[in-house]
């Protein structure tokens, strides 16, 4: 089964408010990344996160990696329709295979 | 750059039929992977190559082979199709660093409908 739980798996939200996805692996993971998919496409990848307690910042979007390098998250301020897309968390379990999360589906009412 | 190119993009199949989905990557990546897709699965690792001459199987590998042809492609073969093999399927390639995965670059996918 999957390594990587994500919740939720679909967050609708109103133009202009934050929302926060979550990402826990039953293991420790030595590191974590988070790729978007818009629809019809293709996963591209958005950030890598390797130390404990990591956090980084890409414009709207603030990724953090747990302590214990068991979680992380993805928060997003001030939703546009431009962040449409399925988001998904992947960390590597065993070696360097990625184990992907199911995924959450934002979509963004206007 | 094409980065990773996969062909076809849209397949039917009947079931019992065989087909081979191409992938061939132009960054020069030691590694190689097939992913599926369905609805809320996420994407589940169906082979990999971790360098040229090598294959081993990932996550769901049933009804499925692969070829490492050379370093560019990767090959993902159905035998004899089945209806639950309906999904969207994509090729990925990296170069896995010392300190874990590195981040995978993604073909545009194939979807495969098996009636």
């Known amino acids: 089964g999957q390594q990587v739980m994500q919740i939720p798996q679909y967050q609708h939200v109103q133009e202009g408010e934050d929302f926060t996805t979550y990402c826990n692996s039953s293991?420790?993971?030595?590191?974590i990344q988070w790729y978007k998919q818009r629809p019809g496409g293709h996963p591209v990848f958005l950030i890598q996160l390797v130390k404990s307690g990591e956090v980084k910042k890409q414009k709207r979007l603030t990724f953090q990696f747990g302590e214990a390098k068991k979680n992380s998250s993805l928060h997003i301020t001030a939703t546009q329709t431009t962040d449409v897309g399925t988001y998904f968390c992947?960390?590597?379990?065993?070696?360097?295979?990625?184990?992907f999360g199911a995924g959450t589906t934002v979509t963004v009412r206007a | 750059n094409a980065g990773v190119t996969q062909t076809p993009k849209f397949q039917v199949l009947k079931t019992g039929q065989s087909m081979t989905l191409q992938c061939a990557q132009d960054m020069n990546h030691n590694s190689m992977y097939w992913y599926r897709q369905d609805p809320g699965m996420g994407l589940r690792l169906i082979y990999y190559?971790?360098?040229?001459?090598?294959?081993d199987k990932g996550e769901v590998p049933n009804g499925y082979n692969v070829s490492r042809l050379n370093k560019r492609e990767f090959s993902l073969r159905l035998e004899s199709a089945a209806p639950s093999q309906t999904s969207v399927y994509f090729c990925a390639s990296n170069n896995p660093g010392t300190g874990g995965a590195e981040k995978l670059f993604f073909g545009s996918g194939t979807q495969l409908s098996v009636l």
């Open positions: 992947a960390g590597p379990p065993r070696g360097y295979k990625l184990s």
């Open positions: 293991t420790t993971l030595s590191n």
């Open positions: 190559s971790a360098s040229e001459g090598t294959t």
